[in-house]
């Protein structure tokens, strides 16, 4: 299909960059802050620096000091060899990657005496952005030329392969650790293509215990004050030519072009502060009634689901040590999630985002009268969201409680496979299944699985899932286990969980060594699987359908938004690229009566300890340092030592692990959580309420000197005094 664009998209793209937020708000595209005149701003904020020092595509700057860790968070190198500040939360997969029941990271935690102890992480890679390239135009002229229409050219398939044939182009191509993506943003408006040098040999280094690192857990999780020492570190390796290479015992520490010195000269309310990061996702531009279906679709599906298996992991993990590992980074993603969810129901309700939507629309009804382009979107997406409202919410609930709740299942593409082999009597499709099927038994029963704790967590959530949908909403296993099974979830359970061919080692065994068609067909794990995903491609596919035309909406009305400037779109949400966001150090009135400092101190520690709650236990070292406020170098003038400090930073998920960076460049702490009262944020972001949490870089380096004897890690640092 041939479309021709309008004058007015380009006139809405060049609306979209030139405009300024409000001070404290905004995820800065980089590439775009001398257009934006972003950079004036930020000198008035207190920026000491050129826009040439924050990002230079032509020389290093501070941008490749900060890159991707792992899959969702970010971190920054601070020494010339390749070390890594993360936090604690984002290493935790790695740092329970490394844990057993005789080496219990962490609870006790890790710190690498030298460089021959520094722990290898299969899996783990670091990702700095070599190249950011505007393709706008390109993708607009294939548009126009009717190579592709307007709604797949912002999917993943289109722009996957022009990242390839972009890349094939380049003078990147066969180069080590390349990789590429194309990205919409502003709703499709605009797009661009990255190049990221990815690096494969990530060690380990260094990891407070978890009384350090997760200091008050769940219940201080989103809140403030905080006391979370939530840093951990790593070390990235090359080739002897500082290239990316997988492991090898001949790779050395990269010698970086950039990292980040450390400042200890400390804070003060209004000092400048900006973060360098790669927010994961925003919704900034919805309207109020897909605001109300975040709310009661997607966040009230993971606030019941997660809860139901949450408590029972909780339940396991206190009563054993192998299963507390085990569970340990599962419940800590879950439970992170599962608890924002409430929050951010919690916030836009006390926040009325609702009502400021509401404005904001009626604003934009004005503006559009006239222009047939925009008059009638915002009612357009209303019926839409209206229609397609009940399946995405059968859509989460199937999918929390069958995808994310329950681990266990069968692979039964595998077992039709066997079938047909045996029916065909095709031997080589049997064997080549048989071996599938053994990949998939230990794919299930991996190190962090425990075939009783995801039964236990099958009974609660089964029911829990009935409860919450319709009869004629679930998949069909429900009426299998009111048929067969008289109700009774218990039993249908357990015969799922005994009598599986996937069940155990035994079950599995008895199958290879006489596969035959009745035992696939009487198998409970495949039935349950066929029928749980079958749901799934059916909801899939109806709200796909249910959904249609709503791309064009959003871009039509965001261009809208862009054109009246009201309220300003002049950042695009956020899609896990990176990001600057500039403010201020800064305390906050929650609500009436309530003042809360910009910082807190290792006193609050002591205040909060609990030895019979393991989420707010302090090592008795670490209590001793404090009693004796045996802080070194790093305390404050007044001899306190600082912990954790607020600042007026525009983050969500993905900036975890971010540099704070003071006007001079210099690092003064690790971004690492939002504040309970401002959890709408990622829908609407309030100045008065929005804080970033951040971890104080002198707590960090107490840590690390004080408690962990690492003074060699200090010696790679420059800091300054």
Known sequence: MKITLKKSLLAA??????????????????????????????????????????????????????????????????????????????????????????????????????????????GLKFRFVHRIVDITDLVNSKIQSGEIDEVNA??????????????????????????????????????????????????????????????????????????????SMFRIYADKNGEPAEYSADNVPLKTPKYLPISIKGLNEGDYAMIMGFPGSTERYLTQSEVKQRMTAVNQAMIDMRGVRLEVLRKYMDASDKTRIQYASKFAGSS????????????????????????????????????????????????????????????????????????????????????????????????????????????????????????????AILPALAKALNADELPTFYQTIDSDFKGDYDAYVDNLYDNSILSSRQNLDKFLKKPTVKAIEKDPATAYSRSKNEKMKALSKQYMELESGLELLHKAYIRGLGEMKQPVPSYPDANFTMRLTYGNVKSYNPRDAVHYNFYTTTDGILEKENPEDREFNVPARLKELIQKKDFGRYAMQDGTMPVCFLTTNDITGGNSGSPVINGEGELIGTAFDGNWESLSGDINFDNKLQRCIALDIRYVLFILDKLGGCGHLLKEMTIVE
């Open 336 to 459: 992170n999630y599962w608890k924002n969810s409430i929050g951010m129901n919690k916030a836009i309700i006390d926040n009325d985002v609702l009502g400021t939507k509401a404005e904001i629309e009626k604003r934009y009804a004005a503006f559009a009268q006239g222009k047939p382009e925009y008059e009638g979107v915002v009612g357009k997406i209303d019926a839409i969201i209206e229609r397609s409202t009940p399946t995405l919410r059968q859509l989460y609930y199937v999918n929390e409680a069958l995808r994310g709740a329950i681990e266990f299942g069968s692979t039964y593409m595998i077992m039709d496979n066997i079938k047909q082999a045996l029916q065909e009597k095709n031997d080589s499709l049997l064997q080549a299944s048989k071996k599938q099927l053994e990949a998939a038994f230990a794919d299930i029963h991996n190190k962090d699985y425990d075939h009783e704790v995801d039964r236990a967590v099958a009974k």
């Open 154 to 231: 912002m999917g993943y398939a289109f722009l996957g392969k022009l990242a390839k044939e972009e890349l094939g182009k380049s003078d990147l191509k066969g180069k080590p650790g390349i990789e590429v993506r194309a990205l919409p943003f502003y709703a499709g408006n605009k797009y661009y293509l990255f190049y990221y040098k990815v690096y494969s040999d990530v060690r380990m280094v260094a990891a407070p215990p978890s009384s350090v690192g997760k200091f008050g857990g769940e219940t201080d999780n989103w809140m403030w004050p905080r006391h979370t020492g939530d840093f």
């Open 13 to 122: 793209i060049a609306a979209l960059t030139v405009c300024s937020a409000r001070a404290d708000e905004g995820m800065w595209l980089l590439q775009l802050m001398k257009q934006q005149n972003s950079i004036d701003m930020m000198k008035k904020q207190g920026l000491k620096l050129e826009a040439d020092d924050l990002y230079n595509p032509n020389g290093v700057s501070l941008k490749d000091a900060v890159g991707i860790f792992g899959g969702g968070c970010t971190g920054e190198i601070i020494s010339p060899e390749g070390l890594i500040l993360t936090n604690h939360h984002c290493g935790y997969g790695a740092i329970q990657q490394h844990s057993s029941v005789e080496h219990d990271y962490l609870t006790d935690g890790f710190w690498a005496m030298n460089r021959s102890e520094e722990l290898p992480t299969p």
